[in-house]
């Protein structure tokens, strides 16, 4: 063995315990993270409010899908019954149903995030443990990644939890069960909201811990939701041409998407900034990929799982590059966060 | 004394940085909504006229513009979405702010050691947090003037200005609802950020949830001044629907519709103010409800800052 060789296997055999030490304190952080967000009543009360709007709107949807599921069964027994051989398959997705339920986790779920973000910042400080945190050997850098572990454990169970009502709801009111693809579309759909809630909690640590009162670090997240997830998108559909008619300008002006892409190729400007304002918001690329794995967008709904993905790489790509981002700064923010707690009004 | 106490808390509202900022973004997206109601108006012109080439290129009759009966204000249509958005939090923070700073920088000790009365305190705040609001109405009325004199380029006429004026009347009793939200919340919890959670929380309920469950709409569908319409005809929707009247998200959309004439069917003035009256009904509920709590409410024990 050479000089080099000795000395990289002296170098591992050194670093091993120390990674392996890093990652029990990581693991441990994370542990402490997911028990102490369920002890928050505020947390757990907005968790409730995100199932029972889940609930609600999985139900709703459901028994409509059920009554129209019925009334094209009865339209297919008549069809066959006076011998007509070939019956065109119904019209409807059964993943569209899911919808409202990605809706409220785009909003609800993001506002519940901050507030994990939030109350993992803030308890720090109030119990005054982060003296205590720092006292021991755990850097800034292990406690932002226990912290985030922690807080994606926490969402990933939010998210299962909100998944399985869902899909319960589908099988039981809308007396449809998804199968082999739709389900493995329904576990990367349900991935995106793990990322974007991990995003926002993020953005809820860091705001907390930039500010000298919490509250303020709370308001000036949930201000920075508001413009990401509520304004920008709104501004985009808003000047988006279809949708300034009730079921769609170019429907109503009797063009097909045909029709709609040659005109739009004359508003090529127009449309890039109207992209660009969408692109700006995280909320718009986790809709983009979910709703084209949930079969929303009926153009998606003939493509394979391989077509899907290539074809969405690109709201891949920034979901990951905003959660990267966040993840850093919240590192960065650890890093330079006092010890000792600063007073002050908000 | 009700005037001291309402002056007292302008003045403090005025030197928070969280309510400038926020009223600053109100301000601004009123002004965005001339240019984005502009900019879109003029697209789907441009939109119809390429559409009857197209049509006529392929030997098919045009349809007739969907725009050509638009009003002027409808240039606005945004503001009956950025209101219950922007507007709606920015009203919470007030109602918020107005009592949760008196609690923990012990001011609400102090100020009960003098001869105030309780209802006189609570009027006073109230006053302050209406005057306030009141201000950033008048304020977001004389920008959307601007917005339809630059776009428009003639003065909005004087049946105009009275649809404006009455616009943000109704604007300011919603953000008002919204501001006694805050503050109830801070009386019913004994931690800051606590009470700030409850009141958002309440707004999503009233913005997003309430009108899926009623109208069907689902949450995103819903920030859309044109929403498409939907089937409700389930026996679901048949029981919910009788609700519709007390959400008070859809009924301030369809009265702001009406009053700024961007609706599609047109409704007498009296069913338009029935529209307000769930809202007017929240307002003196939730005006009871904070003269009631602030009447027993302990000042002494002080809340948490996080």
Redesign the interface.
Known sequence: MSDTAILEHRHVAASAPATAGRGRRIVTMARHEYRAAWRSR?FV??TA?LS??TI??V??AA??YR?QLADYLLYKSAAQASGVAQVAPPPFALLTLL??AF??L???GA?IAI?LG?LSV?RE??NRTLPLLRSRPLSAGEHAAGNLLGATAVIGTIVAATATVAVVCLGVIGHDWPGGVQIAKLLLAYSAPVVYMATFYCLGSIATAKAK????G??VA??VW??VV??L???G???D?D?????G??A????GHQ?EV??LA??VT?EKVRTAIEAASLEKHF?RFVFAMTDIKARYRDLSLGQLLDIKRIEVIWLAVYASALGAWMRRTFNRQPTIPRGG?? | MIAVIARQQVQSLARQRVFLVTAGILLLMTALAGVIGWSSHDTIVRVYDQATVYLADQRLPAPPNPFDLKPSLSLLSNMVIYIPLIGALLAIVVGYLSLADDETTGIGRLIFTRPVSRSSYVAGKALAVGVVLAATMVACLVVSVAALLAVNTVAPTAAELARLGVFYALSWLYLMAFALVGMVTVLVTNRRPLALLAALGVWLVVTFALPEFTSGLHPVASLNPIVDPVSTSQAFFRVTAKARSLSVFEQYKNASAQILATAMTSETTGHVALRALPLVGAIGGLGAAAAGLVRRHDYSKGTSDV
């Open positions: 505020v009360a907005l409010v029972i709007a609600a709107s139900y709703v028994v409509d009554s919808r409202g809706e409220y785009e909003i609800i506002v507030t939030y803030s400080r109030v009162v919490p509250a303020t709370l308001m949930l201000g508001l413009i509520l304004i998108p709104q501004i559909d808003t000047l041409a949708n300034q008619v009730p079921g300008l170019f109503a002006l009797g063009l029709g040659d005109i004359n508003f127009y809709e009004r908000s």
